[in-house]
Nanobody, 113 residues
Framework: QVQLVESGGGLVQPGGSLRLSCAAS????????MAWYRQAPGKGRELVAN???????NYADSVKGRFTISRDNAKNTMYLQMINLKPEDTAVYYC???????WGQGTQVTVSS
């Protein structure tokens, strides 16, 4: 059974940093397009960033220059490094395997003073 498990969320002050991880089990995701989505309270789920096999990346305009998506295929893990966090970044962040259409359970990120 394929599973994606996120970790690294938490409470951080504005301007702070967090690194999210997404670990895949039950499969080797090295050939898959992977993505991070987020869903803020009362809003729909939105794409934050995605990364292809060759390392090509795309970012939402709202996070460009602040967030960095990366992957370590040897560890079957994807990351989202977030810096200069803003209150509007508060959301549940989800890992998504776009190729297999599999979601993780989500991890809460709260940016507040």
């Amino acid at each position: 059974q394929v599973q994606l498990v996120e970790s690294g969320g938490g409470l951080v002050q504005p301007g702070g940093s967090l690194r999210l991880s997404c670990a895949a089990s039950g499969t080797i995701f090295g050939f898959d397009v992977m993505a991070w989505y987020r869903q803020a309270p009362g809003k729909g789920r939105e794409l934050v960033a995605n990364i292809a096999l060759g390392g090509g990346t795309n970012y939402a305009d709202s996070v460009k220059g602040r967030f960095t998506i990366s992957r370590d295929n040897a560890k079957n893990t994807m990351y989202l490094q977030m810096i200069n966090l803003k209150p509007e970044d508060t959301a549940v962040y989800y890992c998504f395997d776009q190729t297999r259409r599999i979601w993780g359970q989500g991890t809460q990120v709260t940016v507040s003073s």
